[in-house]
């Protein structure tokens, strides 16, 4: 005979006298305690559970009213990283409003304009602003033909610039796909200026000559020239330091006299290199942990449930990238 599961406890307002506000979990409701911020099982959404935790663990608090620990909630829930949190609710609220203000121009600045305008120079002037069409998809028209503009303003810069200097990064979206991201640095007016060049999918392969492909397709189309080129960053990959087939060889074979130096994007990864002995050891056994459950399926399995059942906030762990 089928056991029935127990029904699901729903969080009161009444249970913050205990000082518990509530935490949803993977679509789960739970109970998280405002003074220690530990979250229970969802079980323990009980008055007696609940009371049972307060006086054990903060029995200093017993004198507190309920306008204290509506404080301590509202701090915790502001504080936290998940969809709850102030920094997502500001982040939802930003990206509606930019939802909204799209159709302004549509919506609101046209129709305002052609009132003042009627009232103010005639009826026959508004015909002439009908003819005006700011849809969305034009809009969009001509937010990607500014973009491309800028594009060739750079790169117009670039070419009158008697120098520059490039700077590559190779990161790998969620995807998996490597992304070749270049910057770059020129002389403009007698200033230096520093800007974002492109960025492109290396689809296929990661080598060097790919890479090298790319970025001299990219000046090429433009009828720009690499040789001006007066000094590389990249980081220390095989694909970008090999002595035959890499990056910087294929740029020297255009520019013998080309500066290479190794790339800072990722300093923090770079600096942890140098550490102490005494904090390296303690870095590399949390390497070690880190390889060790994510190097076996049944490893990531159990370190999982053991998550579950601790009820941690975090259930996967991410590999350590090594900066070269």
Known sequence: MATKRAPKRAYLDDYLKFGFTSIVIEGIEKPQCVICLKVLSAESMKPFELKRHF????????????????????????????TTGQTAITIRAEVEASYVVSTIGEELVLPCTKDIVCIMIGADVVK?????????NNVQRRIQEMSEDIKNQVVEQIKQSPIFVLQLDEPTD????????????????????EEFLFCRPLDSQTR????????????????????????????????????????????????????????????????????LASLNVILQEVFKIVNFVKSSAVNTRLFRNLCLDMDAAHMNLLYHTEVR
């Open 55 to 82: 006086e054990k663990e903060h029995s200093t608090y017993n004198d507190r009213n309920v306008s204290f620990f509506q404080r301590q909630s509202q701090s915790v829930k502001k504080s936290r990283l998940d």
């Open 128 to 136: 002439k602003l009908s003819s005006l069409s700011i849809s969305d």
């Open 174 to 193: 969620v995807s998996s796909c490597a992304q070749l991201m270049i910057y770059v640095r020129y002389i403009h007016d007698s200033n230096f200026k």
């Open 208 to 275: 060097g000559i790919d890479v090298f492909n790319k970025v001299d397709t990219f000046f090429c189309k433009r009828r720009s020239r690499l040789e001006k080129s007066w000094a590389v960053c990249t980081d220390g990959a095989p694909s970008m330091l090999g002595s035959h087939s890499g990056f910087q060889t294929r740029v020297r074979q255009f520019v013998p006299d080309v500066i290479t130096n190794h790339c800072m994007i990722d300093r923090e990864a770079l600096a942890a290199k140098t550490l």
